[in-house]
């Protein structure tokens, strides 16, 4: 069981790095991520709900687990609601930066009170998976180039052609 | 490893296999979804994400 969910996240955890390719908008990449990330953790909730009515995860990991999900899909609807007004790369920036920040925070206090190994590690890969996704993301919108001045054009469509020190003086 | 856990296996593979193929032809297709519906996906997913939870975390009535 251990194998079969670890290789269902690392699926997913592929799945979330094929769905965003460099040539889409990066809001419509931000929002797939939170589609993916949304519905690994949906597959990592019901096995976990599964695996607990079959006496195989503790009371208190369960709970632990369910509350730690509650606040991963909170994140989630914050995220796509900001993503919903998102007017420039800044706003897209603000709103990945906060899912990022939120979930690294999961990750780093609410896992602790997970105690089994196979419930712990299976979560944490979803998280992982969409940590990365985000960090992801977060790099390319701090990369988009920002449009620079337009060039003045002051030759009118001819070639221009820059005379000498001596074909100036000569004229 | 016995016989459920095998099929268990398998059935998860051939999802994830299935999954992963859906998200690499999306990402070569010039047809792109819609921001709104993968924004609706992500937030249907969520919904029942928290509607499980709070399933879970009710104290169990007597």
């Given at each position: 069981m251990k194998r079969a969910t670890a290789l269902g996240f690392l699926a997913v955890l592929v799945l979330l790095t094929v769905a965003c390719?460099?040539?889409?908008n990066l809001v419509r990449q931000t929002a797939i991520a939170s589609r993916d990330a949304s519905i690994a953790i949906l597959q990592f909730q019901n096995w976990e709900i599964s695996a607990h009515n079959a006496g195989q995860v503790p009371d208190t990991d369960h709970q632990a687990v369910q509350t730690v999900l509650l606040k991963v899909a909170t994140v989630g609807k914050i995220l796509d609601a900001r993503l919903r007004a998102v007017n420039t790369n800044a706003d897209a920036l603000t709103a990945v930066d906060g899912a990022l920040s939120d979930i690294t925070g999961i990750i780093s206090t609410?896992?602790?009170?997970?105690?089994s190994p196979q419930v712990k590690s299976g979560i944490l890969v979803a998280l992982t998976a969409t940590q990365a996704a985000l960090q992801s993301i977060h790099t390319m919108l701090s990369t988009v180039p920002k449009p620079t001045a337009p060039v003045a054009k002051t030759d009118f469509g001819h070639d221009t052609k820059h005379l000498t020190p001596g074909e100036l003086a000569a004229n | 490893m016995d016989p459920a856990q095998i099929a268990n296996l398998i059935a998860l593979g051939i999802q994830a296999g299935t999954q992963a193929y859906a998200a690499i032809r999306a990402a070569h297709s010039d047809v792109v979804p819609p921001l709104e519906d993968v924004l609706a996906q992500a937030d249907a997913n969520w919904d029942q994400i928290i509607a499980n939870a709070n399933g879970q975390l009710k104290p169990p009535t007597t």
């Open positions: 390719p460099n040539n889409q609410d896992l602790v009170k997970i105690t | -």
